[in-house]
């Protein structure tokens, strides 16, 4: 069975303990953004307070709310189709790492590998298969920059990535990098995965495509400069 590391943040559990006791009580991230608006300000993000606890999403055109979702974490960069058809928001949420929300914006449902959904209850952190598992379909392409990849074995690892652009309307660029336990020790160095998301015509996303290659600074100095813009938030 193939497992492996996957970047997640790296802080002392003492502090984490701390920050819990101090901020108790508080649900919006102490970084991160709380508002997001669209290029041409028709579109607007909006992270607020909800009432148990958690943070509320709330998609909004023209000053109307057309959606909202139970948050957690924290709001960092969001990128807006071509023609404003979807947007993609990257959230982290602590050790959990990077999620990516995909919202239409015609009617603010969420798009999934289920197709779209409109409920302000969904679990993002905890439903497996809203994504493409993005390690399984971009097997062969790490196969051919890393040809043990088939052999190599270590500890349980998630999958953690973010977007950081649009190819058109329905084709999502998506980043991460992570390393085998083999490799690790060899060499030092990061397997890096491209991938593309397609939504196809029935708000779908679908795995398309992807590349892989091996970074072997182990500095994460070849990621693209949106995704830089993204970790280092």
Known sequence: MKTLF?????????????????HKNLALPTHGVTKISSDDR???????DGSNGDSIL??????????????????????WSPSHKYVAINNHNGHGGFFVWILSLDNGKLV????????????????????PNLFEKSASAIDKVY?????DTIREGYQSYVAYGWKD????MIFTDFVFANLFEKTGNLIQIYAILHINN???????????????????EKQPDEVKKTYDF
Request: charge should be negative; proline fraction near 2%.
């Open 169 to 172: 309307d329905d084709h999502l």
């Open 147 to 151: 040809h043990e990849y088939n052999k």
């Open 58 to 79: 709330t998609l909004i055109h023209s000053g109307k709310e057309i959606s909202h979702y139970s948050f957690e974490g924290e709001m960092l960069t969001a990128y």
């Open 202 to 220: 029935f708000g779908k996303l679908m795995f398309e495509s992807a590349i892989a290659k091996v970074d072997k600074s182990d500095k994460s």
């Open 112 to 131: 999934t590998c289920h197709g779209l959904v409109e409920d302000s209850k969904y679990d993002r952190y905890t439903t497996e298969d809203h994504s």
């Open 6 to 22: 996957c970047r997640q943040p790296m802080i002392p559990t003492v502090l984490l303990v701390l920050f819990g006791l101090l």
């Open 42 to 48: 028709a579109y607007i993000l909006q992270l607020s």
